[in-house]
């Protein structure tokens, strides 16, 4: 971020401080919505869970067709059964959350099945514009059943919708459209309002919680939220807040926004860095996506849920690849469009799945 900043003649401090972003992940052509998913999948999935799945819900605003769910093009890529249910789902960063709630619902009902959820997305708003700095992408992967391994989800949940433009991206852009100001201090308030009713609602307080997650477009705005929430406590006592929000922060810092995923990569990021959660602490969740809809909810920690953690996070972070600006550059403008043919060189993608190219307007995908 520091030298993408030199190059924006910016600060770098206001890129790694004022933003609150390290590094930027930068995706390329031949990784898209799908192939995310199903790399981010496939490392968590037992055989078990393949055998039990049910439900597959892909939460993107970066989906690859208009009509046919990134969910079809996952679950066959993953080898899942036939006789399950698959739907992508938007409602720009907070779809994730909406599949997990509608998930819990299908497993409350069906309680020995199982649902994969899936947040990805590849967040692009062009290069030399203001939100050019919080740009990034990647995936996350949750399997939800009756006997969860690491979080056990609570039954209360606030949530907010309001049609508004803070933040959107019309069918024939590639780049989002955003008021910047503007959606930065809404989701304050979205968070501000979901908060407050979901402590109404079960008469817990912030002391209830251990920690407190955020949707994290750039890290900086889940600090602000943060700050609100602590502004009327003791500060020794804020501190630890802050500490965890640290924590929560590590892997956001180095990806940039992932749209749907992030709140989740912030939950995995405190899970794999904080020293002082146990099992029975309570952690609170607040979601909001553009357009816009907030929610907070809750779920305590789980006997053992060390044990379920890969702490593999940092070492698939590490193995990145460092571009310059100029070759950045050159694969954000090489990025799959809706082009009739194409064929694309995945010899240099180490993942799983990859993007080949597109046939006849049909994107090829491969497992290597
Ligand atoms: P900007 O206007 O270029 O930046 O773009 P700025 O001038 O506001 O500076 C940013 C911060 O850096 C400020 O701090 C400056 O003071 C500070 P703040 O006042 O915010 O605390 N700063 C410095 N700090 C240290 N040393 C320095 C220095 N210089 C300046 N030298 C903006 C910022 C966020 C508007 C832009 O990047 C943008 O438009 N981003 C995209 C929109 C966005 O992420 N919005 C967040 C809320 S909406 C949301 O979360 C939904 C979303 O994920 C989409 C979805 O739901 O799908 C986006």
């Known amino acids: 971020m520091a030298k993408l900043a030199k190059k924006r003649n910016e600060d770098p401090n206001k890129y790694l401080i004022g933003i609150g972003q390290e590094k930027m992940a930068v995706i390329p052509p031949t990784q898209d919505a799908v192939t995310l998913a199903a790399n981010a999948a496939d490392t968590i999935l037992t055989e078990e869970d393949k055998e039990k799945i049910d439900l597959v819900l892909v939460a993107t605003e970066s989906g690859v067709d208009n009509s046919k769910s990134s969910a079809a093009y996952v679950s066959e890529l993953l080898g899942l059964k036939h006789n399950i249910r698959t739907l992508e789902l938007k409602q720009a960063c907070y779809a994730a959350t909406a599949g997990i709630q509608l998930a819990k619902g299908h497993i409350s009902l069906n309680p020995h099945k199982k649902a994969l959820v899936i947040g990805t997305d590849i967040a692009r708003y062009g290069l030399k514009t203001p939100g050019e700095p919080t740009q990034g992408g990647g995936a996350v992967a949750m399997v939800i059943s009756a006997d969860p391994a690491v979080l056990a989800l609570e039954d209360a949940s606030s949530y907010y919708a309001k049609d508004i433009m803070d933040f959107w991206r019309p069918l024939s852009q590639t780049e989002a459209m955003v008021d910047g100001k503007y959606s930065a201090n809404v989701y304050l308030e979205f968070f501000e ?70 709140l989740y990569l912030s939950l995995l990021s405190l899970l794999e860095n904080s020293d002082n959660l146990q099992a029975g602490d309570r952690l609170g969740l607040f979601s909001y996506g553009s357009g816009a809809q907030g929610e907070f909810f809750s779920g305590i920690l789980q006997e053992n849920y060390r044990q379920h953690l890969t702490n593999k996070t940092t070492s698939l972070l590490n193995k990145r690849q460092e571009v310059s600006v100029a070759e950045y550059e050159k694969l954000f403008n090489s990025v799959l469009t809706n082009e009739k043919n ?24 491969q497992k290597k």
């Open 342 to 365: 194409r064929t694309l060189d995945t010899t240099s993608d180490p993942a799983t799945y990859v993007l080949t190219g597109i046939k006849d307007f049909k994107r090829q995908y």
């Open 193 to 262: 309002q979901v908060f407050h009713d979901f402590q109404e609602q079960t008469g817990l307080t912030l002391r209830d919680f251990t920690a407190l997650l955020f949707h994290l477009p750039y890290t900086k705005q889940g600090l602000k939220a943060l700050r609100l929430a602590v502004e009327n406590i003791d500060p020794t006592q804020a501190t630890k807040y802050f500490n965890e929000f640290e924590a929560s922060r590590k892997y956001n810092k180095l990806t940039g926004n992932l749209y749907t995923g992030s």
